[in-house]
């Protein structure tokens, strides 16, 4: 059972976004995925409640209530939606249940430098050295001809884990969302440029790196 956990302590930045699509994307392939909700929020959750009945089934956990207590035991691939604001304990009973950890970006300054610091702490955590945690890093909702990418440049090589994928900001994810489907099961005239951003995301959590 694979364990892929979604976490950034700044709101807003495109975690349950980033979750459900992996879920959407891992069903679409005949995974049996589960969906937890480490947040209150539950957005994660609200996207499974519009999913419809003909399309691959995701199990839906409340993480935030049960941890991963109702986890079916043949489940192939657990999706982790971390709530903003996890620090401190919080953070560290986060960090048990995941071997492979995406962090969403947004390309704003404020927010890259808000990550640095968290990407420091995080790989500093004992939990995450010693389970060997893979981290990456996802650039989230970039604006094609936006003045920010000298600053995402310098936020990446100052960062020590690899940078993975770059995905645009796009009506389809908010599409998506509200049907409770992923960009991959868009109809791929209107989806096909989010997929293809995702090909190397999705290559690199197929790839032995994101194991640990
Ligand atoms: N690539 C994208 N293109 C367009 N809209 C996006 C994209 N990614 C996220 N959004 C939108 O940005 C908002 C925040 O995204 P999301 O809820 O996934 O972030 P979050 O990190 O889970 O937030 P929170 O910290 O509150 O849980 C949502 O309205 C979502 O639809
Ligand atoms: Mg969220």
């Known amino acids: 059972m694979r364990h892929i956990m979604v976490l950034n302590p700044k709101g807003g930045c495109g975690k349950s976004t980033l979750a459900t699509n992996l879920a959407s994307y891992y069903a679409k392939q ?12 539950e957005s994660s959750l609200d996207w499974l409640a519009q999913r419809p009945a003909a399309r691959p089934q995701i199990t839906g956990l409340a993480g935030h209530k049960d941890g991963l207590k109702h986890l079916a035991r043949d489940t192939d691939v657990v999706i982790i939606d971390a709530p903003a604001r996890s620090h401190g304990k919080e953070l560290t009973n986060l960090l048990h249940h995941a071997e492979t950890i995406l962090i969403p970006v947004l390309p704003s300054l404020i927010d890259m430098r808000a990550a640095e610091k968290f990407i420091t702490e995080l790989r500093d955590t004992p939990t995450v050295k010693s389970r060997k945690v893979k981290i990456a ?9 936006t003045l920010i990418f000298d600053e995402l440049d310098e936020f990446l090589s100052a960062i020590k884990v690899p940078y993975i994928a770059t995905l645009r900001e796009a009506q389809n994810y908010i599409r998506a969302y509200t049907r409770g489907l992923g960009i991959h099961e868009l109809p791929d005239y209107l989806s096909w440029p989010d997929q293809e951003e995702w090909g190397p995301l999705t290559d690199w959590l197929n790839s032995r790196a994101a194991r640990p």
């Open 30 to 41: 005949g995974k049996k995925v589960a969906l937890a909700d480490y947040d209150p929020q």
């Open 137 to 145: 890093v996802v650039a989230n909702r970039v604006r094609e001809g």
